[in-house]
């Protein structure tokens, strides 16, 4: 096991601090003392964890809740400490606390970074008494100085990253983004600050081969952080609101509620943190969820299934919920339907409902392209509830996926997560052979355009009335109808057009903008853009590879520094523009192309 695996978060301040403080000859070195710190021997001893350097000199990190909240928590016993490498490249190479404790919420109930509550054709559900309405804060005018120079910063330091790519974006630019984050959290933009932290992450579980490393979730982190950095300036009023983000959601009292258990899935983040979510749902539809995240790795998301879920006196665990009921008094929801755990909540255990029978069968009632709409627009949620007859599996770039038949569509459904620890990738492996079974699932959107969802949870292949958490519950070959053959795969369609420019947006975030200034590397591309309708892709991509490999000289000849911020600029626009573009054909994918084709207009 890595280092990086055993070691407590540490607060982004923490690692800017300690790696600014560095030498510039250091600084060149913390790459390497990075890597020399990776498989040291590591030992917990209550808050403190030590690693020994070599056979003489230890260095420890004081982590109270199992997060590093200052530098002076790093101490080291070389010689030249407090001013050596080894503490600038231990809280390098640790996870990155998101500056909240773990498990805090406004009420003190357990926070998850994947949890919702959806409303099946209604609006969000009124408390059962009364509760004086908040009063809402007047919408600011305008960014204020401190956060344009944050926004500036955050923009700069992400910039430098892109530039580099991740093959490049060291533990230095790390911390150069890292301290943007601060910043940005003191500013009071913490969206963007999650973001930048996220980003940081991202790249070093590349940079480590990290198994969990998905680079589509890094170019998503790269292009919200951008996004929302380039947009703040000119931004008032509610857009800035939503730009600055919030960094706690508030709980409402939400009365009695009788709840019936969904499934369970695993929460495994790229930010280091793990658990499990259990989504239940009341008799009207509407989604709630339980959860239990906290800073871990693959271990805690495959144990927190089977924890006590922490609301009111109930033994039940996240396994049990989500197939038994439960009956809460006193409940307190926060926006997003996470259910809290404060002092005032009584829950009690009280029997499930089965997937094909009421109130649970509603939620599979609503038509499949108004569920796709509605998780299109940013709805409360993203889940899918389907109905799907197995008719075999597709070849693809990143391996096998089901085939499924759902209403008519040749619905592909693929691993909700890649990480071996969790059996997600096996048991859809297993279901690829029970060919003709007819199955009711629960799965998550993945944006495309061709029909695609993440498996989340199904019903069992040969026993009726049995579901299966498909990241917790591990099937079996006996499980499987006695009659299942491996499916032959078919072969993968051509190529979406649109696939030119995205695979090239991706390419930047890898290699950095040197492997798109490369002479003749984007040949032909644009003009297939062109013929195949996206004349604006094709535009997006001349400049972003015009960016990529505009250096100037000076009088005498040299390379001047490249344009950081203007290849920044064409990247995130060739970013937004491919992210659009593949929404509209995820909908059009899915059978429908705007609102009015749901609403009979």
Known sequence: ??????????????????????SPRLRKRLDAGVAKLAGRPVVRDGDTVRIAIDDDTDLELHAPGSVVTSADAVRCGCLLAPDCLHRAAAVSAAPVADGIPAGADEDGGPR?????????????????????????????????????????????????????????????????????????????????????????????????????????????????????????????????????????????????LRLYGLFSEPVLTATGYAGAVTWTADAEGRLYTVSDVAPGGAGRATGAADRTVRIGDTALTHRELSRAGLAVSGATVSPSGRLGAGAGVRAVRASGADWRGEPLERLWAVPVAEQVRRALDGGPHDLLFLDVTLVGTVREASGDCLLADCEGLALRLVAAHDDPALPHRENLRLLAAALGSRLRVIARLAPGP?????????????????????????????????????????????????????????????????????????????????????????????????????????????????????????????????????????????????GSDLDGS
């Open 450 to 594: 061709l029909p695609r969802v993440l498996l989340l949870a199904a019903e069992h292949p040969s026993r009726p009335g049995v579901r299966v958490d498909l990241g917790l519950d591990r099937l079996q070959r006996a499980d499987l109808p006695a009659s299942a053959v491996p499916p032959a795969a078919a072969p993968v369609p051509d190529e979406a057009p649109l696939h030119l420019l995205r695979r090239r947006v991706h390419q930047a975030v890898s290699g950095g903008r040197r492997v798109l200034a490369f002479p003749g590397g984007a040949a032909g591309d644009p003009a297939r853009l062109r013929r195949s309708g996206f004349a604006t892709g094709a535009a997006v991509l001349d400049e972003l590879h015009a960016t990529a490999a505009d250096r100037t000289r000076d009088a005498f000849g040299r390379l001047l520094p490249a344009d950081t911020p203007r290849f920044a600029r064409a990247w995130l626009a060739a970013a937004c523009y491919t992210g659009e573009v593949e929404r509209d054909l995820c909908a059009t994918a899915w059978g429908f192309r705007s």
């Open 1 to 22: 096991m890595s280092t990086s695996g055993q070691l407590p978060a540490v607060v982004p301040a923490v690692t800017a601090e300690l790696v600014e403080a560095l």
């Open 112 to 256: 998850t970074p994947a949890a919702g509550r959806a409303v099946a054709g209604e609006s969000p559900r009124q408390p059962s008494s009364p509760v004086p309405e908040p009063v809402p804060e007047p919408e600011p005018e305008g960014p204020s100085a401190q956060q344009l120079g944050a926004a500036r910063a955050v923009f700069e330091a992400a910039a430098a990253v892109l530039e580099a790519g991740t093959d490049g974006a060291g533990a230095v630019l790390q911390a150069e983004l890292l301290r943007a984050a601060h910043t940005a959290r003191l500013a009071g933009l913490p969206r963007a600050a999650s973001a930048a932290v996220t980003v940081v992450t991202g790249v070093r579980a590349a940079r480590s081969a990290d198994p969990a490393y998905r680079l589509p979730d890094l170019v998503e982190a790269l292009r919200t952080v951008l996004g929302v950095a380039h947009r703040l300036p000119g931004a008032a009023g509610a857009e800035l609101a939503e730009l600055r983000g919030t960094v706690r959601q508030p709980y409402t009292p939400d009365g009695s």
